[in-house]
Structure formats: structure tokens, C-alpha cells
């Protein structure tokens, strides 16, 4: 393998020894690694102590409370991108019950939600369209049972088919794995909706006791 | 003109104005080639060749008919020496013009160098080195550098079809004669190869390179001006529509892409309306029997073909590596709303650099995967392939590393390139190559909602070859099919950093198309499973870089 000797150095030895012409690419090769790792390691004290979680940083949330039905508290979290993820909000009167949310059922209205597939790109054309005030699913506790409705008008995307077998997902965390499904709202319908919606702080501020005072 | 002698002849025609005296230089040269005429004119059926220039068939055309080709020589040589031969006067002007027909009826005036040109205008060149000099012209008027051509003709299908109904006209007419005999009439060539055989040389000499498999094409494309043309033919072949033959825009579609079919050329046709013919008259693809024997089956031509000469570079390719030091630059132009996202692109940046070096009418970026805007591409960096649409000039080995520089020594230092250099088609392959395959290595900094515990190094790192099944993340549902994507994690490891128990940096490789940002945080469990899953904590991410594309195209050699 002589012909490593075509590598040239900067300081442009007329012979090099394939081991020098190694060893210098092996330098090299350290030198770009370190470069590389500083340029990785982030300044400690940029860090802050709690980030942004992916949702605050992605989504706003807006709430309707009392939807359709007293305590029947709502989250609508909507993406830059027009999507919107609906969920049972903190103060939705179904966690007040002993035991929490025991089974989730996605068989209400016409279908069974759960069962549709969404294909393709154009979803507008295969998705189902529903209503604010459509039923997406029955959540139910030991006491009671509780309709989830869709809050937003639009195209049904998705809903949470894990809820079914991990029902206890919206007791532990009804704004994350435990959300309830995905709506593609057109952009006027959206601006409809968007009016009765609240905003995060005057959600905190209707279901004050709630939250309590701090 | 064509006896017009110079003293040292110039090759390089570049300078001043070329003209057909700079190809026919030399006396010798020019003598040469009348004593080749001359010769090839003594093989002659004089009758057939009269009859021939009776029925307005151009001299050249009889030429090629008789599989003869014609030396290089101005028409005037080729004139007189034809009246010679027929026995009349050679010094009288109007026998010259009267033998030759104004536009033959076989080559449409092709051979004759007389064509429709720009404004409608009608051009007659004296010789093919008049017409080469007005396409030289053009190749200088487009500043191109080149150091061969291509030379490319396309003609209209009625070329073809004259070509034929002549050919068997000739048959049958003269069989019976012993030169017809001694002589295959199949060795006529045709009307194309006759153009290109008088073009070739002249060509050669004015631009000072050889004509041959280039990347550089000139293209020249006759037309039909006529309103009204016979291309029933093609209609009824196109599988018995009958709506096209009264649609003339959706026929004209149709043709073009049929023609290849058929095995005619390409033909550009303007014309507003097709005349429907009836089926006795002769298709020039088949052996037909003409109805009409006595009446030449050939029609007259009022106006030549119109000509459109077009000289460009078929594209050149820049492949390379790039590097994105930006979490504010996108990779390619990215506008919402007539507002930019991001300061800058990647394409426009190394783009914007090679295409002037090239003086090229446009770029197309492609890259071998993509990062978002807000993740740095580091380490060795990302391949990518430039293609330049019709450079004027291939920028030699010394100026692509000057260009390659001047990109890495921009102030912002936003972006860095590797390796650039012109790659033949082989790049394309390159990249395309493994693309499913290819593993790509990443540098992500996580947060875990609790203390990172000793466990967890190794939680991770034995780990390997983990699969994963991805749902369409919701930052893209609402452009991409919500499918559900299984995706490999090769391996992983976690990088302390100190002082801090919350933070720490995620070293992982993956295969192509696994959403990172996804597998850190869960995309609200709909990545499973994912950082947070596997630790049992919440995890987000924060930053992301891409450390390594392993893929074997456009490496420091």
C-alpha cells in the first residue's frame, strides 16, 4: 500500500513513511473528533433548570370548560401547524370520581372511532368530519360515565386507541399519553371555534379552586 | 466568392467575423473538391437527373439519392458543373437558377440551406458553410466554452415519407436500366445524414473542435409552416381515438408522444386544423402502390421549413459534502407567505457560489436526506449533488476548490463544504445507492425529569439494535400519510455532563428516516418506545446535531 505516499502535508516532506502518513491521519482524525465535541458540549450555565416540555413548546393550549355539559372540562392543544390534539382537561369533573377513569369506549355515535383508518396524504377526502359537539368516545369511572366531544370542527386524524387497553394513561397523564385525538380543523372553522376557547390563564382563573391560591 | 483566395487562414474563428472563405481556405483545398464534383458528376444517369430536376428535386437531394455525397463546395461550383454535364450554358445566370428548383420538394429546402428563420423570416445560405457560419454565430453569442459538440437534426415526418415515395419512384421507374442495376439504390442516405455529413466539417472549422458525442448540443429543428398537413396518418395509428381527429391541440399532444412509436422524428407542428385524407393515399412508412403512377407523388412546396437552432449543455454535476454550523439555516429556499424562514439555505449559499463560476441558466439541489432547520450537520457532513442547467463554461479542477474556499471562507460561517468536484452521471447513483440502508449518527441533548442514576449508562448502552415503531409525528401529520414506521436504533450511549444530573448527551446511531426529536420525548406516546419510556421518566430534548451520514459517496479521497 505505498501509494499513501500521495497524501500531502503541509509541511510537504518528499518522503513520508506509510506509519508517519497513518499516524498523521490519525491526528487529524483526534483533532476533528475533539473539534467536534466541543462544539456538542452545551454551556452548563445556559442550561435552565426545567425546559420547556416538547408540548409548551410546540402546541398552545386553550381549554373550554364546561362543555356542553357542567364539568365536562376540555384541553384543545393546537399545533403551528393547525392540528389539534383535544383532551380531558385537569378540572374535568370524571377524575373527581373515587378510582379515576376506568375504561375508555370508542364506540358512541354511528361508528366506532377507533376502528376507521385515516390513509394517504389527502386526508380531507378519507377522514370522517365532525362536529364540535360530535362524540369522539365515553370515558367511564365507577360511578359514571362520561361523552368526549370533539370541541373543534374538522377531520377526525386519530384517536388514542391505547386508552382502550391503558385506560389509566388519562389518570396519570390526560395532557400527554393520555390525550384523546387528533383534529385537522380547516383554517375558518378553526377561527370560529377559536373565540370560545380560553387561553391558559383564564382557564387557571375560572377553576381558581381548583388550583388553589399559591 | 467561392474563388476568393487568403493568405494565411486563421483557425480560430473566434475573433473576428467568420465568414465561409475562412472554411473554403485553401486553393488546393477548394480545387481538391471540384475535381471530386467533378468525378463524382461523370457517374450521372443524366436522364434520370433531369427528370428528377423536372419534378423539383433539388441537386443535393439527387446526389444523396444516388448514394453520392457531396464535397464541400459552394452551390455555384455545384451548379455550373451540374449544367455542364446536362449540356447548357454555364455562364448565363437564369439557366443556373432555372435548374435547381426554388424549394425542393423531397428535403423541403433542408438540403438547399434555405429555411424560415427568426420573424418569419426566409433565409437562403449560398453554401453550408454560410448556414454553419450563422450557427457558429450563435454558439458565440452564447459565450460557450466548449471543446466539442454534438450536432443533432430533427425534422418533420413528411421528410421521411418523400424520402421513400422518391426512392421508390426512382425504383420503379428505372429498374430496367443497367446503371440502376449496378448501382443499389438502397445506398441513398437520407435526407438527415446528408445534412449533418455537409454541416460537419464547416462546423469543426469555425468552432475549432471536433464533432462527436459532447456534452455540448446543437440542436437544429425543422418545422412545417403549412395551415393545413396530412398527419392523418398518426392520428388513426393512435389507438383508434376518434375525438383527436377533431381536437387539433389534443393531436399535436398525441404526435409528440407517438412519434417515438412510429419511429419518425419528432416533429414541432404548428398548424390550426387537420385535413382528413383518404386512405388510399400512400403512408410514407409502408411499401404503398401509389394510386397515381403517372402523377409524381410528391407535392409542391410553397415555403420552406421553419428552423429553430438551439446550442446548450446537457447539465454538469457537483457533488460534494456539506456541513451546517447554523440552527437558523434551512437546506434549501424555504418561503412562507413571501417571508423567509430561517437567514439562509444551504442551497443558496453553495449554489449562489457555483453557478456564476459556471455562467449556467439555473441549479438544482439535491441531498442525500435532509436536517431541520434548528439541527447542525456536522462531522463529516451530508452529500449533495449540484446539477447546472446549461453552463457556458466547465470550470477546470483549480477553480472548483477556488469556489470550495471562497464558500468556507464566507464571514457568517453558516455553512462548510468538502470535497467539491464535477462528477459525471455516476454521482447521482452514488447517492441513491443504500439510501434505505444508510445509518446516521446523532448528538442529542436530553432532559430527564429526575437525577440520571448510575443504571442508566448501562440501560442504554445495551441497547442494541432496538426497533422501534414510529406514528406519523404530529409536527408532520398534517403534510405526510399517518402511517406507522418501523425504525432501528443501532446503539446508544449517554455522555455526562458535568454539573448537571438532569441534563446529559445522548449519543445514538439510527437508520435512515427515524424521527429523533420523536424518540426522545414520545410524541405523546405515539413513538414506542422511546427515551422517556425506556428510563420511565419524562424526557425532552433540546438540542440535536448530526454527527455522521454513513454513506460512501464524495469522501476526502
Not at chain 1, 380531558?88 to 373515587?98: G, N, R
Request: charged letters at 25%; glycine letters at 6%.
Amino acid at each position: 500500500m505505498n501509494d499513501h505516499n500521495v497524501y500531502q502535508t503541509n509541511n510537504s516532506e518528499t518522503e513520508e513513511t506509510p506509519e508517519q502518513a497513518q499516524q498523521e491521519r490519525e491526528k487529524e482524525m483526534q483533532d476533528d473528533e475533539e473539534e467536534l465535541h466541543k462544539l456538542l458540549l452545551p454551556n452548563v450555565h445556559d442550561l435552565p433548570l426545567t425546559p420547556p416540555s416538547a408540548i409548551d413548546f410546540n402546541f398552545v393550549a386553550y381549554f373550554a370548560p364546561d362543555f356542553l355539559k357542567p364539568g365536562h372540562d376540555q384541553y384543545v392543544y393546537r399545533h403551528a401547524n393547525g392540528l389539534c390534539v383535544i383532551g380531558l382537561a385537569p378540572t374535568h369533573v370524571a377524575f373527581k370520581d373515587e378510582g379515576g377513569i376506568t375504561a375508555v369506549d370508542f364506540n358512541v355515535g354511528k361508528s366506532d372511532r377507533s376502528g376507521f383508518k385515516v390513509t394517504g396524504k389527502r386526508k380531507k377526502q378519507n377522514a370522517q368530519h365532525f362536529e364540535s359537539n360530535t362524540a369522539v368516545c365515553k370515558v367511564c369511572t365507577n360511578n359514571d360515565s362520561y361523552i368526549v366531544r370533539c370541541c373543534v370542527k374538522g377531520s377526525l386524524l386519530e384517536v388514542n386507541n391505547r386508552l382502550i387497553k391503558q385506560p389509566g394513561l388519562l389518570n396519570s397523564s390526560a395532557d400527554r399519553e393520555g390525550y384523546i385525538a387528533i383534529i385537522m380543523p380547516k383554517p375558518a372553522d378553526w377561527l370560529k371555534i377559536k373565540s370560545s376557547l380560553l387561553g391558559l390563564e383564564d382557564y387557571k382563573r375560572k377553576r381558581e379552586e381548583c388550583f388553589g391560591s399559591s | 466568392m467561392a474563388n476568393e483566395t487568403e493568405d494565411a487562414p486563421t483557425n480560430s474563428a473566434s475573433e473576428s467575423h467568420a465568414t465561409s472563405a475562412d472554411v473554403e481556405r485553401n486553393p488546393t483545398d477548394e480545387d481538391k473538391n471540384e475535381k471530386l464534383l467533378n468525378d463524382a458528376v461523370q457517374f450521372l444517369p443524366t436522364d434520370a437527373v433531369k427528370d428528377l430536376l423536372s419534378k423539383e428535386v433539388c441537386l443535393r437531394c439527387i446526389f444523396r439519392l444516388f448514394g453520392m455525397q457531396v464535397p464541400i463546395c459552394s452551390s455555384l461550383s455545384v451548379k455550373s458543373l451540374l449544367c455542364h454535364v446536362l449540356g447548357e450554358q454555364a455562364d448565363l445566370h437564369q439557366n443556373i437558377s432555372s435548374v435547381e428548383p426554388n424549394i425542393c420538394r423531397s428535403c423541403l429546402g433542408i438540403l438547399q440551406f434555405t429555411y424560415c428563420g427568426d420573424k418569419e423570416r426566409v433565409v437562403e445560405n449560398e453554401s453550408a458553410c454560410d448556414f454553419a457560419v450563422a450557427i457558429a454565430e450563435l454558439v458565440k453569442k452564447e459565450g460557450h466554452q466548449i471543446d466539442s459538440f454534438s450536432l443533432e437534426v430533427s425534422m418533420p415526418p413528411t421528410i421521411l415519407e418523400n424520402e421513400n415515395k422518391l426512392s421508390l419512384y426512382v425504383k420503379r421507374k428505372y429498374r430496367s436500366e443497367a446503371w440502376f442495376k449496378d448501382r443499389s439504390i438502397s445506398e441513398c442516405s437520407s435526407t438527415k445524414d446528408a445534412l449533418k455529413f455537409a454541416l460537419t466539417n464547416p462546423l469543426e472549422t469555425l468552432l475549432d473542435v471536433k464533432c462527436g458525442i459532447s456534452t455540448f448540443h446543437i440542436r437544429l429543428t425543422y418545422s412545417r409552416v403549412e395551415a393545413s398537413i396530412r398527419i392523418q396518418n398518426f392520428v388513426e395509428k393512435i389507438e383508434g381515438c376518434k375525438r383527436r381527429k377533431v381536437d387539433a391541440k389534443n393531436c399535436l399532444d398525441t404526435v409528440k408522444d407517438k412519434s417515438a412509436i412510429t419511429g419518425v422524428e419528432n416533429s414541432v407542428v404548428s398548424t390550426t386544423e387537420v385535413i382528413p385524407v383518404d386512405e388510399k393515399s400512400s403512408n410514407g412508412l409502408q411499401d404503398n402502390e401509389p394510386s397515381e403512377t403517372h402523377e409524381f407523388p410528391l407535392k409542391k412546396v410553397n415555403e420552406p421549413c421553419r428552423l429553430e437552432c438551439l446550442c446548450f449543455r446537457t447539465p454538469i454535476y457537483f457533488g460534494g459534502r456539506y456541513l451546517k454550523y447554523s440552527r437558523n439555516v434551512s437546506q434549501t429556499r424555504w418561503i412562507i407567505d413571501e417571508e423567509r424562514m430561517g437567514e439562509a439555505s444551504i442551497e443558496e449559499i453553495i449554489g449562489g457560489n457555483i453557478l456564476p463560476m459556471c455562467r449556467g441558466d439555473s441549479y438544482k439541489f439535491h441531498a442525500a436526506g435532509r436536517e431541520d432547520i434548528d439541527v447542525r450537520m456536522l462531522g463529516s457532513g451530508r452529500p449533495f449533488l449540484f446539477e447546472i442547467q446549461n453552463a457556458r463554461e466547465v470550470p477546470s479542477e483549480l477553480l472548483v476548490k477556488e469556489i470550495e474556499s471562497k464558500i468556507n471562507s464566507l464571514e457568517n460561517k453558516l455553512v462548510r463544504v468538502k470535497n467539491l468536484k464535477i462528477v459525471g452521471s455516476q454521482g447521482w447513483t452514488l447517492m441513491r445507492e443504500g439510501e434505505a440502508e444508510k445509518q446516521k449518527q446523532y448528538a442529542a441533548l436530553v432532559w430527564i425529569s429526575r437525577p440520571l442514576q448510575d443504571e442508566d449508562f448501562q440501560t442504554i448502552s445495551s441497547l442494541k439494535e432496538t426497533q422501534i415503531l414510529q406514528k406519523t409525528p404530529i409536527r408532520v401529520l398534517h403534510r405526510r400519510s399517518p402511517l406507522e414506521r418501523e425504525k432501528i436504533i443501532n446503539w446508544m450511549k449517554i455522555e455526562k455532563i458535568a454539573g448537571s444530573s438532569q441534563y446529559f448527551l445522548l449519543h445514538m446511531c439510527t437508520q435512515a428516516g427515524t424521527y429523533i426529536k420523536e424518540f426522545v420525548h414520545g410524541d405523546l406516546g405515539r413513538t414506542n418506545p422511546s427515551i422517556g419510556s425506556i428510563l420511565g421518566c419524562r424526557a425532552e430534548i433540546l438540542q440535536l446535531d448530526v454527527t455522521d451520514v454513513k454513506m460512501n459517496c464524495f469522501l476526502t479521497e
